[in-house]
């Protein structure tokens, strides 16, 4: 330590100059690391939506501070600074990955609800078709389209819900008339995973949606059915 007064070098501890007695300034506060605020801030960013680019460089700049400061300990300080900026940036990551989560689940709900009320429109264009032609069902869900009916739309042959290039919906009814059982499955959606959900089209007009156990349980009734009745088994996904 130089003293003020005559230049001296003087132990780091003295109290006054070893050469002219002068009294010497006692060791600077150590500062707080502005890199650690920083870690912490960014933690806090994270989750304003952009944990997945805030989070991993909070995480970083957390360390670093953290290292820095066992090293200069009489310098720096804020280790505890450091350490809840690593541990905020890891909890705005995995806030990022929830909320991403939520949002998709929420988003998938909507596109089945929009299957849902497809299928009602289809079914309702399936009697229409019926009053004009005996008691018919079509003979594919094209011909719902091309006879015009308000109530069907391109859009409505394809499954909101299904995976891009995999949703056109399955129809069963081709060759079938009104009087059949109403239980028999006429018209489903493509499998959608990861909830594994679909939603069914009977052939009395209503529409349910059930599990892939409890689906697998209807398409096999339904090919019991078709045996009672006399009418071609259909094959199910």
């Known amino acids: 330590m130089h003293c003020p007064a005559c230049g001296t070098e003087n132990p780091q501890d003295a109290k006054c100059c070893l050469n002219c ?10 500062k707080t690391s502005e890199i650690a605020k920083a870690s ?26 953290y290292h820095r400061i066992n090293r200069r300990p009489l310098r720096l300080r ?31 709900l909507a596109r089945h609800a929009a299957c849902l009320s ?4 289809l ?11 005996t008691q018919q069902f079509p ?18 042959l394809t499954c909101p819900a299904a995976p891009t290039g995999q949703g056109a919906y399955i129809y069963r009814g081709a060759g079938l008339t009104s009087d059949v059982n109403g239980r028999l499955v006429i018209i489903y959606e493509p499998a959608t995973p990861p909830n594994g959900q679909r939603n069914v089209l009977f052939a009395l007009g209503n529409v349910k949606r059930v599990t892939e156990d409890k689906f697998s349980v209807l398409m096999q ?6 045996r009672e009745q006399g009418l071609p088994e259909l094959p199910f996904e």
């Open 21 to 30: 007695n002068a009294p010497l300034p006692g060791p600077a506060a150590p």
């Open 40 to 65: 912490l801030g960014l933690g806090i960013i994270g989750f304003f939506g952009v944990g997945l680019v805030a989070g991993p460089i909070g995480i970083i700049l957390g360390l670093f501070a």
């Open 123 to 133: 079914g309702v264009a399936i009697t229409m078709y019926q009053n004009e032609y």
């Open 78 to 108: 804020g280790k505890g600074l450091a350490i809840s900026g690593i541990a905020v940036s890891i909890l705005s990551i995995l806030f990022y990955f929830w909320m991403w989560d939520a949002k998709n689940q929420s988003m998938q």
């Open 139 to 156: 003979p594919d869900l094209k011909t719902l389209l091309d006879a015009g009916y308000e109530y069907v739309s391109d859009n409505d």
């Open 118 to 121: 497809q299928l009602h429109q």
């Open 221 to 226: 009734q339904d090919l019991q059915l078709r």
